[in-house]
Structure formats: structure tokens, C-alpha cells
């Protein structure tokens, strides 16, 4: 499985950015899909997951500014980041697996990885 992410960039404090990432491949090996992201300084954290189904998991302090959404027509997943602050500087990394059963079973061990994509918020 191949993960290809793309819409990072600079974006001021407040603004917004949407994340893309598109699989390909054994996409058969894969329904859930998400974003974890590691800041510098920072260890690596979880930001959200949606199912084939989709089903969504937030990492809490991401609740309510962040939406992770997907179309399973095209294998692309997107994160949708409003409300940016400078705190959610940090590489975005697009991540895939095959579900666990519990959100609970997830940790730093995704089964598939795309290169990161760089957001940086600053004014």
C-alpha cells in the first residue's frame, strides 16, 4: 500500500488547510485510515482515523477543529483543519491499517506510512 499526501504549506493563525491523501495498491489491506503528525521537540501523536464505514476517532484536542472525511470511491482521505494555531505546527504524516477491532488498539504502530506533509502556522 502506497500513501501519497499533499496540501500542506503556511497558513496564519485562525486559517484553515485541507489535507489529501491517496492510497494505492493493495487497498484491500486497509480500511481505516488517518493522520498522525510530530512536531518538532514533540513525539509523534494521533490526530484521527475514519473506517471504510466511517467511523471517526479524534485525538481530543483536535475535536471540534479538525474533520476527517473520505472517499472510498477514490481511495483519498482528507483532513480538514480549521481554526489553525501555531501549536498545530508539525509534519502530518497520512497512515493506514486494517481495523482492530477498538480505537484503543491504534498506537505508533500503523501498518502503513506516507511521507509527511509540512504545516506551519505563523504569522
Known amino acids: 500500500v502506497q500513501l501519497q499526501a499533499s496540501g500542506g504549506g503556511l497558513v496564519q493563525p485562525g486559517g484553515s488547510l485541507r489535507l489529501s491523501c491517496a492510497a494505492s495498491?493493495?487497498?484491500?489491506?486497509?480500511?481505516?485510515m488517518g493522520w498522525y503528525r510530530q512536531a518538532p521537540g514533540k513525539q509523534r501523536e494521533q490526530v484521527a482515523f475514519?473506517?471504510?464505514?466511517?467511523?471517526?476517532n479524534y485525538a481530543d484536542s483536535m475535536k471540534g477543529r479538525f474533520t476527517i472525511s473520505r472517499e472510498n470511491a477514490k481511495n483519498t482521505v482528507y483532513l480538514q483543519m480549521n481554526s489553525l494555531k501555531p501549536e498545530d505546527t508539525a509534519v502530518y504524516y497520512c497512515?493506514?491499517?486494517?481495523?482492530?477491532?477498538?480505537?484503543?488498539?491504534?498506537?505508533?504502530?500503523?501498518?502503513?506510512w506516507g511521507k509527511g506533509t509540512q504545516v506551519t502556522v505563523s504569522s
Open positions: 495498491g493493495s487497498i484491500s489491506k486497509i480500511n481505516v
Open positions: 475514519i473506517t471504510s464505514g466511517g467511523g471517526t
Open positions: 497512515v493506514a491499517d486494517q481495523w482492530r477491532g477498538s480505537w484503543s488498539q491504534y498506537r505508533d504502530d500503523m501498518a502503513y
